[in-house]
C-alpha cells in the first residue's frame, strides 16, 4: 500500500506561518522556513493532497490580512461549490488555461467584495479577504528567490496566484461554452 504524504502543523505553526505571510506582505518581513515550505508545498501539491493544514492557515490569513489593491479575479472549477478556500487569478488566460474550456468560470470585482470591509469588520473578522500570493513570489524573484527553486517562481508567477475563499452571493459564474468552429464558418 502507498503512504501518502500529508502535510501538518501544530496550531502555533499555522499561527506562525499566518502571521509571517502577513508581515511579508505588510512590513517586508523576512520569510522563514517554515512559511517557505509551506508556500512550496501548497504550490506544488495537487486539489486532491491539500489537506486540513492548509485551508487552517489561509483561514487564519484570510481573517486578519485586508490587501490596498482590488483586482478583478478569476477561478476556473468543474462544480460551484461555496465557503472553501481556493486558489484565483489575475489572469484570464490562465483560468481559460486550467479550465479546458468546460466547467464553471468564477469572477469576483474585488473593489465590490471589499467596500464594507474595513468599515464592518476589524483584523481576525476580515470576511472577503483575498491574499496576493503571486505578491510573495516576485518578492521573492526580486531578492535572490530567498531559497525557492528558480522553477517555483519562473512557472509560478505567470499564474498571479490569490487565495480568496469563495462566495457565490458576491461573485460571478458563468459556463465555459468551446467555440464551435462550425459556427465561425456559417453565412448569416
Request: with cysteine; proline share 3%.
Amino acid at each position: 500500500m502507498r503512504k501518502k504524504f500529508q502535510y501538518c502543523l501544530s496550531s502555533q505553526e499555522k499561527v506562525e506561518i499566518a502571521q509571517n505571510l502577513i508581515d511579508i506582505v505588510r512590513k517586508k518581513a523576512e520569510i522563514t522556513d517554515q512559511t517557505r515550505g509551506f508556500i512550496g508545498n501548497w504550490i506544488l501539491t495537487d486539489s486532491k493532497g491539500k489537506y486540513k493544514a492548509y485551508y487552517d492557515v489561509w483561514d487564519i490569513v484570510l481573517r486578519n490580512y485586508l490587501p490596498k489593491e482590488r483586482p478583478l479575479l478569476f477561478r476556473s472549477c468543474r462544480r460551484r461549490y461555496d465557503g472553501r478556500i481556493a486558489s484565483f487569478t489575475r489572469c484570464l488566460e490562465s483560468a481559460r488555461k486550467f479550465s479546458d474550456e468546460s466547467g464553471f468560470l468564477i469572477v469576483c470585482d474585488t473593489q465590490e467584495t471589499l467596500i464594507d470591509e474595513t468599515y464592518l469588520y476589524d483584523p481576525g473578522q476580515y470576511k472577503h479577504s483575498f491574499y496576493p500570493l503571486v505578491k510573495v513570489l516576485e518578492m521573492a524573484r526580486d531578492g535572490g528567490g530567498w531559497g525557492f527553486s528558480g522553477i517555483i517562481l519562473r512557472n509560478y508567477i505567470g499564474e498571479e496566484e490569490y487565495i480568496m475563499r469563495v462566495d457565490l452571493e458576491n461573485m460571478d459564474t458563468f459556463k465555459w461554452i468551446k467555440d464551435d468552429p462550425k459556427e465561425k464558418n456559417r453565412t448569416r
